[in-house]
């Protein structure tokens, strides 16, 4: 039974880390609302690039454009949000799981856990494994569309990287992206996973909107998709707007800071969630703040 589980879990490590990226939302802003490569340079350093990234496996994603491609294959270095290392990848499994003896029914209630059961065993994840995963950890892997999780786009590149005998930085630690979830109330983590269950039937078309703004390179139609998602009530709006706050304002902070030193080496390739770059709250402005000028190259 623990290697079935583990295996379980380690599957949906990488689902964890795409799900950042649906769950997020920004402020509007008509600076950065287009385009997913961008070169950003100071005087004196070698051009850098770095890549809006959307976290799934379709084909029309990771089939890279040759500006990208090329971008990517002068690079001298790849930076990504973190690595996607086994290590890594054991840590996010672990910790989505009580240690406590604690289950999720504890949290959930009878009620709402039936109504898990069967979505979750799409998700591969059978009933008698599901007791023991954490609410935020569910609402996750409710907001990604089952895929192939060795194949997103993220996971490719690093792929790449690997391929290229290119260093791999990594702007986050496992833990830190973990502690945004962990750091959520169980009254907010609740009440996200019954939005989630919700809004399941939407989320293939969600998705694909998702995917068709993505290949148009249009930041603020993501945003929009993302925030038109949302439930409307007053308790989801609040719990929403916690979460937004340390899922993309607090990270975009500490990934400007993390990426300079590899920025200023020149020749990176850094390759982030595409909302991140958006907005005067994004990496993009956070950097051309700090000095950078920003060019979209695609």
Not at 80 to 90: F, I, K, Q, R, T
Not at 156 to 171: D, I, T
Not at 193 to 211: M, N, S
Request: hydrophobic share 45%.
């Amino acid at each position: 039974m623990k290697k079935i589980f583990l295996k379980s879990a380690w599957r949906t490590g990488i689902a964890l880390l795409a799900a950042c990226a649906m769950f997020t939302a920004a402020q509007a802003q008509d600076d950065f609302t287009q385009g997913l490569l961008w070169r950003v340079e100071k005087p004196g350093v070698a051009p850098n690039y770095i890549f809006g990234t959307i976290h799934i496996d379709d084909k029309r994603v990771t089939a890279l454009p040759e500006a990208v491609r090329r971008s990517f294959d002068d690079a001298r270095s790849f930076t990504m949000e973190v690595s996607l290392d086994d290590a890594n990848l054991m840590t996010l499994a672990t910790r989505m799981v009580y240690d406590d003896g604690r289950t999720l029914t504890d949290a959930t209630g009878p009620e709402l856990f039936r109504k898990l059961v069967p979505i979750m065993q799409q998700h591969g994840v059978p009933e008698q494994l599901l007791p023991a995963f954490r609410p935020w950890a569910i609402t996750l892997m409710l907001e990604v569309p089952q895929q192939d999780s060795m194949e997103v786009l993220d996971f490719r590149l690093y792929q790449m990287a690997q391929e290229q005998n290119k260093p791999v930085h990594e702007l986050e630690t496992a833990e830190e992206q973990i502690a945004v979830f962990e750091g959520m109330s169980e009254a907010d983590q609740l009440t996200m996973l019954k939005d989630a269950v919700a809004h399941y039937p939407d989320i293939a078309q969600q998705t694909e909107q998702l995917v068709q703004a993505y290949l148009a390179r249009d930041l603020a139609q993501m945003w929009r998709i993302n925030q038109g998602s949302a439930d409307d009530s007053a308790e989801v709006r609040a719990a929403n707007q916690r979460l937004e706050q340390k899922l993309l304002d607090e990270r975009n902070v500490r990934m400007a800071q993390r990426m300079q030193p590899q920025l200023q080496e020149g020749g990176a390739f850094v390759a982030i969630g595409a909302l991140h770059l958006y907005g005067d709250h994004g990496v993009l402005a956070l950097l051309a703040h700090d000095g950078w000028r920003a060019t979209r190259v695609y």
